[in-house]
């Protein structure tokens, strides 16, 4: 119960900067950043997902994507269209706030571009911090909703399964969170895919069951479970652009356990 209420305290660390992001003056914008994005380093698990998500994260061409300018006002403003799948959102969002961080980015021309309202910074500031900061917040509290949960909401020894007597390995929990992250990006691109309903519906079963697995820290099911969605992949030749970074994260978590 220990580990589960010092993973809370972390992630409502990070909720807390977040909020201070939100509600902070504009001139204190760019050091708000920098505290948020310490309290990801400083924290195992929030680290492990963030990592995760960022390592093979192409953001070059995510920026091209998402970055969408214009220069004729009647087709519209420049705006920013964050990614759909959880985890490419999740690592757009890290990345874009590193580059203001550094200065790479200058929040104050970057507002005026894509987030204009009322001529003012403060209201584009507080529309950019609805989208996106906004979207990162929903996210790691869906991420992290078990830890998150009330005390006695939280499940037992028993029903955590072998979790619980792994625990003193200070990143499982959020390898845990990260692999059920790019799973749920996997399932989001399985429900738009070109797919039938029928293999639709055995994808989303072996990734259900793979998630349960990962989570109970069954080696041979996770095993079982990753060869028979690799297979299904390769027979359906429907492949995401995150699949490998999901089956390098099972990877190592199965060779950590």
């Not at 917040?137 to 992290?144: G, K, L, V």
């Amino acid at each position: 119960m220990a580990k589960v209420e010092s993973v809370k305290n972390q992630i409502n660390d990070f909720l807390n900067k977040c909020d201070e992001v939100r509600n902070c003056k504009f001139i204190m914008a760019t050091t708000k950043i920098k505290d948020l994005l310490k309290s990801i380093v400083n924290s195992a698990e929030l680290y492990e997902v963030f990592n995760t998500v960022a390592s093979k994260f192409d953001y070059i061409a995510a920026k091209e994507r998402c970055f969408v300018e214009s220069d004729d006002f009647s087709s519209g403003r420049s705006r920013v269209i964050l990614p759909d799948t959880v985890g490419e959102r999740l690592a757009f969002i890290f990345c874009l706030l590193v580059e203001i961080d550094r200065g790479d980015i200058q929040i104050n021309a970057f507002l005026q571009k894509f987030y204009p309202k009322d001529g003012s910074y403060y209201a584009s500031y507080h529309m950019f911090c609805d989208e996106v900061i906004g979207s990162l917040e929903s996210t790691i509290c869906d991420i992290f909703s078990q830890e998150l949960a009330e005390d006695d909401k939280i499940p037992d020894r028993a029903t955590r399964g072998r979790i619980a007597e792994k625990s003193a390995d200070s990143s499982l929990i959020g390898a845990i969170n990260a692999i059920a992250m790019l799973i749920a990006s996997e399932l989001d691109y399985v429900a738009v895919s070109s797919l039938s309903e029928d293999d639709k519906e055995a994808a989303a079963s072996i990734l259900t069951q793979l998630e349960a697995a990962v989570k109970d820290c069954d080696e041979e099911r996770i095993d079982a479970l990753t060869y028979g969605y690799n297979y299904f992949v390769m027979y359906t030749k429907t492949v995401s652009e995150s699949l490998n970074t999901l089956f390098d994260a099972i990877g190592e978590f199965v060779s950590s356990l």
